[in-house]
């Protein structure tokens, strides 16, 4: 007998002695970890096998139903889960799987397919394990973190590693994403969705991709941005585009001399838009602004892309270089004015639109514009920009502003039977 109990000691003892931080994260989240199912109605062409009805009726379509997965993430005990948008996309049923191994039905509270990301909802009676969203803007390179997902339908796989590089930009499925976490955790199909965490066990990040041309290069969205747009996703349902106010440009040599600025980082304000929340938070054309949302900011595209993930009325701050010191301010975006949305597609393009019975179409050409000339008429009916289904004035003017920092966009055009894409500078 006390043979016995020596030896389930020592047994005891070695497990808690392998028992490790990334033991202990895996113990605390993977509760909270779900997987999501997802299932598309889409149509398939297919053959008869009579050749005689191939010759008459050539190839038919069919609906088949498609299933797609993914990984999710409890946030909140009352059922609120993250995911990508990616997983959900053109899904006409939602379910996930709790670890437990309950199947619930889900609904999407709201998505925002710029930053792939999307928050669902399950009903439940009592409260679920839910992970806490942590912070990103003080992730150090080289920091452990760790993956779980569900990869190729693998429940609970978990992959560690560490934080490769922060603030990169990737394109997939003809989008370019933005300000991303860089990670050599292995993110595999599947693994979308799942929470990227920190050794403490704090969500730091939304596993999104992997770069396909290389081994060990995944992308997380930030919890920082993770929270801005979750807390607009659960009020409104999308991300509510924002106005800022103030133009940027890079830095030349001359100019930095000029300014006194001796860094080779920041960007150059070059204008600022009257009435703008810019303007009011005492911005001004000169300025080279060294810091947004306590990030550096080493040049003009940077910042643009920092700003986009900002919504309304989340104020962030600033810090420019002016008459040789150092100025804090603070920006509080603000809705982006309709009429300003309107200018964007009368003066950048070159025309405007209407809506009538779910079709938006070119009411007016401005003589001498963009679009003057490359032929555009009015009658001309537009379906998309930069592959975003556009059905309303509103969504016209999502779209725009979306791209307004972008050189040019891409329209999808029909006229009469027949559809074009047309590139137009912005």
């Given amino acids: 007998m ?27 989240v993977s509760p909270a970890v779900v997987y999501v199912g997802t299932v598309q109605l889409v149509e398939r062409s297919f053959r008869s096998f009579s050749p005689l009805d191939d010759f008459f009726f050539g190839p038919r379509e069919r609906t088949e139903a498609v299933e797609g997965l993914g990984s999710g993430v409890i946030v909140d005990p009352n059922g609120t889960i993250l995911t990508n948008e990616h997983v959900i996309r053109g899904a006409s049923q939602i379910h996930v799987i709790l670890a437990d191994g309950r199947k619930l039905d889900a609904d999407v509270i709201g998505s925002d397919a710029d930053n792939d990301l999307a928050v669902l909802k399950i009903n439940v009676k009592t409260p679920l394990p839910a992970a806490k969203l942590g912070a990103s803007n003080d992730l150090m ?55 990227l965490l920190n050794i403490d066990g704090e969500v730091i990040g939304i596993n999104s991709a992997i770069y396909a041309g290389g081994q060990g290069i995944g992308f997380a969205i930030p919890a920082d941005k993770v929270r801005r747009i979750v807390t607009e996703l659960s009020q409104f349902g999308k991300l509510r585009p924002a106005w800022i106010g103030f133009e940027v440009t890079n830095l030349n040599p001359k100019v930095a001399r000029a300014a006194g600025w001796d860094r080779t980082f920041g960007a150059l304000v070059s204008a600022i838009e009257p009435g703008s929340p810019a303007e009011a938070a005492g911005m001004q054309e000169g300025d080279i602004v060294m810091t947004a949302g306590g990030h550096q900011i080493d040049d003009a595209s940077e910042l643009r892309v920092r700003l986009k993930s900002y919504p309304a009325k989340a104020g962030f701050p600033v810090e420019v270089f002016r008459d040789g010191k150092n100025v804090a301010l603070t920006i509080t975006p603000s809705e982006y004015p309709p009429k300003l949305a309107e200018e964007l597609s009368w003066k950048r393009l070159g025309f405007r639109v209407k809506a009538a019975a779910g079709t938006l179409t070119v009411a007016a050409i401005r003589p001498g514009s963009n679009a003057a000339r490359v032929g555009f008429a009015s009658g001309d009916v537009l379906l998309k920009v930069n592959g975003r289904p556009v059905a309303s004035e509103g969504d016209w003017r999502d779209a725009l502003v979306s791209a307004r920092g972008a050189s040019s966009v891409l329209l999808l055009v029909r006229r009469g039977r027949t559809g074009y894409h047309v590139t137009l500078p912005f």
């Fill in 2 to 28: 006390n043979l016995l109990i020596l030896a389930t000691a020592t047994l005891l003892a070695d497990v808690n002695s392998r028992r490790d931080a990334v033991v202990q994260v895996v113990e605390k």
């Fill in 141 to 195: 390179i080289g920091e452990k973190v760790i993956a779980i997902g569900s990869p190729f339908g693998l429940k609970k796989t978990v992959t560690a590693g560490v934080v490769s590089a922060v603030g990169r930009s990737f394109s997939a499925d003809n989008r370019t994403y933005d300000d991303f976490i860089q990670t050599d955790a292995s993110i595999n199909p599947g693994n979308s969705g799942g929470p």
